[in-house]
């Protein structure tokens, strides 16, 4: 008799542990799915003013993912994946265009969307004129982004892409 309560108690326990573990788990998604989107359209910089400023060099060709990369990359925001959902979100889809940038940490990811998709009257330098000489940032950015095209198209080589 008492072993058949002890195994009750026990049964019980199990059940309710369970229970516990699943409830968790779905605050911890819940959780976790609105911190992504409250993310996805807090116009929040990475730092507070005056933040790091870094020159960034995006390719023709390249995904609002591997833009968001970059910037990752350069420390400037924090997620690739993140930037891209917010670019899908804003005003700025299908806008970001190549170039040299100065970008800041105490910009937010819509600021940083702002500069990079900004007309060309605006911003952008016209690459092609005869008279135009990089400067020697802009050069080595440009070096480093030409040896990233390489290296992803002798990976798609490598791959039998």
């Known amino acids: ?26 605050y911890s998604c819940i959780s976790a799915c609105y911190d992504f ?5 807090a116009d929040e910089a990475k730092d507070r003013e005056p933040g790091i400023t870094k020159t960034v060099a995006i390719v023709e060709g390249k995904t609002d993912k591997e833009i968001g990369d970059v910037l990752a990359e350069k420390g400037l925001i924090d997620s690739g994946f993140l930037f891209m959902v917010q670019v899908y979100f804003s005003e700025y889809k299908d806008q970001l265009k190549p170039g040299v940038y100065e970008l800041s940490t105490a910009m937010s990811p819509y600021d940083m969307m702002a500069v990079m998709a900004a007309s060309d009257a605006d911003e952008e330098i016209d690459t092609d004129d005869e008279n135009y000489v990089p400067t020697k940032n802009e050069a080595n950015l440009w070096d480093e982004a030409d040896d990233t095209i390489k290296e992803d198209k002798d990976e798609k080589t490598e791959d039998g892409n």
């Not at 989107?37 to 359209?41: A, H, L, V």
């Open 37 to 41: 989107g409250f993310k996805i359209f």
């Open 1 to 26: 008799m008492t072993r058949k309560i002890l195994q009750e108690i026990v049964f019980i326990a199990v059940r309710i542990a369970i229970i516990v573990a699943i409830i968790y788990a779905g």
